[in-house]
């Protein structure tokens, strides 16, 4: 069985307040249906319906302070508790301490050991590398965990190729603020086909997608939940064209932000872990599923034959 990995950076399950909370005022239609009418609110979860499976999951870890970018995605990546292993909460970059675990075995090495494909479909620009190889940028942890394995990160070749998508889904974000005038920009929906035609190729995917995060600490309402009813119809076209008895879907975040935003700090809120499949395979991958350390395990039992 497949599986794809989207990552939504900074999405806690917040309370039900249109004034503080873009998920309590937008509509996501598609989301909603599959969560039997819910919103992607505190209160929605624990749901199990006909395709989803919505569970709140501990990005705290019994660490205190807030959950921050590096350690959260760091634990998802090898299901090691690292927080309580360092002693802190530690991002948004990884520094050694983080590093060491990523180098030292995480979902992208150990799917590839197992004999299988794996690939992070997100495309970089071109400034991205540029930053990287002059010292000026460090990798997030994500990033470091896909080169850290022997794979290669996707870049503008990949993108016009149609091998790889932009962080935004739909390449608007190319054109607009990166420069290239020329770059293919999708529909959402389109996007999300797209998205369901390149996880195909791999037995395990992940696409990051940050944006969430940005527009937390922007305090930015109109923004999020702009960004949200495009994420929507992204993924109304991904499950038009993903096969849900053959694959899992999985959806989660690292630490909350973007549901509560009186405040430009990450927050404590449990995260969404929001499972698209099988019942079975979901109830396999749900049981003991409590916080961020049980998605690694979760992904790698889904793989196994």
């Known amino acids: 069985m497949r599986v794809l990995f989207i990552f939504l ?6 309370v039900d307040d249109p004034n503080i909370n873009p998920f309590a005022r937008i509509e996501m239609p598609f989301l909603q249906s599959l969560l039997g009418g819910k919103k992607l609110l505190a209160n929605s979860a624990p749901h199990i319906g006909e395709r989803a499976t919505l569970l709140p999951l501990d990005a705290g870890l019994g660490v205190n302070g807030l959950p ?4 959260g995605q760091a634990v998802l990546l090898t299901g090691i508790n690292i927080p309580k292993e360092i002693g802190e909460h530690y991002g948004p970059k990884p520094n050694p ?3 060491k675990y990523l180098h030292n075995g995480n979902l992208f090495s150990q799917v590839i050991k197992n004999g299988k494909t794996a690939a992070l479909l997100n495309a970089y620009p071109p400034r991205y590398f540029d930053g990287v190889d002059s010292g000026k940028r460090i990798y997030s942890a994500i990033p470091m965990a896909v ?3 022997g794979l290669r990160l ?3 070749d990949d993108y016009y190729a149609g091998r790889a998508l932009s962080a935004d889904f739909t390449g608007r974000g190319w054109r607009e603020m990166l420069g290239f005038p020329d770059a293919h920009v999708y529909e959402a929906q389109e996007a999300g086909v797209k998205l369901g035609e390149l996880a195909n190729g791999y037995d395990f995917s992940l696409f990051e997608y940050w944006a969430s995060d940005y527009a937390g600490h922007k305090q930015d309402m109109n923004w999020a939940c702009e960004q949200f009813r495009i994420f929507d119809e ?3 076209g991904l ?3 993903w096969d849900e008895q053959r694959g899992l879907i999985l959806i989660t975040s ?8 009186s405040t430009r700090r990450h927050t404590d809120a449990k995260v969404p872990g929001l499972l698209i499949g099988p019942l079975e395979a979901r109830r396999a991958f749900a049981s003991g599923l409590n916080d961020l350390t049980g998605i690694h395990p979760g992904i790698l039992n889904t793989l196994s034959p």
């Open 9 to 14: 950076d900074g999405v806690g399950l917040g």
């Open 68 to 71: 921050q970018s590096a350690t």
């Open 97 to 99: 301490a983080v590093a």
């Open 147 to 149: 080169t850290s394995a």
């Open 154 to 156: 996707f870049n503008k």
């Open 234 to 236: 992204v993924l109304s």
């Open 239 to 241: 499950l038009g064209t």
């Open 254 to 261: 690292d630490h909350g932000n973007m549901e509560d935003l």
